[in-house]
């Protein structure tokens, strides 16, 4: 029998509240949680800045407990195209659905998801989206207009106010390693 699997897909340039929202209630929701670190090849340029062995570290600061419980994993996800690359959503989401289905080991599961959700059906043909539980959430009303891009800006301007009300604290309080990274690639 299948064990009740969520996962959830992400750049995480740098993990947010929403970001942080969405795991918490993939743990609440489910038996185990897959978290995919996407654009895994890629870091140390304007929208990638940040390798994916620093936002792992930023996961599992925030999530200690629930990897050391058993219940959260955490996977490492290379980029299959362009992420512009419009004419190939549904071969991005053949390939999401395989590298999914071969680390968890089933193929049903729930996706979380907080951007426009036609964006992420566009990516899966009729037959996989029969096998996800798509689980979507309005980002703009859980928080406002909260950005991986607006979080960088602030780490670049010390913007203490926006980086309190959209980091984790224990995010928060690497805000100065994060901005020198940030500044060399700037």
Request: proline fraction near 2%.
């Amino acid at each position: 029998m299948n064990e009740t699997i969520g996962v959830f897909v992400a750049r995480m340039q740098p993990l947010h509240k929403s970001h942080e929202f969405l795991i918490r209630q993939s743990l609440k929701e489910n038996e185990k949680t897959f978290v995919f670190i996407g654009s895994a090849d890629k870091s140390r340029n304007k929208r990638n800045p940040f390798t994916v062995e620093e936002r792992e570290g930023l996961i599992r600061k925030v999530f200690s407990d629930e990897l050391l419980s058993g219940k959260l994993f955490i996977k490492h996800l290379d980029d299959l195209t362009n992420e512009d690359d419009k004419e190939n959503d549904k071969a991005w989401g053949k390939y999401l659905y395989e590298n999914i289905t071969k680390v968890i080991q089933q193929d049903i599961f729930s996706i979380y998801y907080s951007d426009e959700p036609s964006i992420m059906l566009n990516w899966f043909t009729e037959d996989l989206k029969e096998k996800i539980n798509f689980r979507f959430f309005d980002r703009k009303k859980l928080f406002s207009e909260l950005s991986a891009t607006k979080i960088r800006e602030a780490l670049l301007t010390n913007n203490e106010k926006y980086l309190l009300e959209n980091l984790p604290y224990e995010v928060y309080s690497l805000k100065e390693n994060l901005a020198n990274i940030l500044k060399k690639i700037n």
